[in-house]
């Protein structure tokens, strides 16, 4: 069993930048890999970023590539979603997610536990 709790979010500005943290409970934490999502107002929840158990493998979806990374220190027990150059369009509650697997994967089916969210609001 695997809890996870979110911080971070908040109110910036277009351009700016947010950390995202995601602290789990539990012992096998190394053993999952991880994700965050995000679902804004009306639309369904998405994809964001992924990270295998040993942090050697990363995937984004494309509307944030370049902008956002993923990263993860299992010593800690903790992902993170450092996002960048923020646009209005990332406005949303973020997810972080946690897959009782190694690798990576995109679809919120993939994932067992889920985190309560967290609000991240970009203004233009």
């Known amino acids: 069993q695997v809890e996870l709790v979110e911080s971070g979010g908040g109110l910036v500005q277009a351009g700016g930048s947010l950390r995202l943290s995601c602290a789990a409970s539990?012992?096998?934490?190394?053993?999952?890999?991880m994700g965050w999502f995000r679902q804004a107002p009306g639309k369904e929840r998405e994809f964001v970023a992924t990270i295998s158990w040993r942090g050697g493998t990363t995937a984004y979806a494309d509307s944030v590539k370049g902008r956002f990374t993923i990263s993860r220190d299992n010593a800690k027990n903790t992902v993170y979603l450092q996002m960048n150059s923020l646009k209005p369009e990332d406005t949303a509650v973020y997810y972080c997610?946690?897959?009782?697997?190694?690798?990576?994967?995109?679809?919120?089916?993939?994932?067992?536990?889920w985190g309560q969210g967290t609000q991240v609001t970009v203004s233009s």
């Open positions: 997610a946690a897959r009782d697997g190694r690798f990576v994967a995109i679809a919120t089916s993939d994932y067992d536990y």
């Open positions: 539990g012992r096998t934490f190394s053993s999952y890999a």
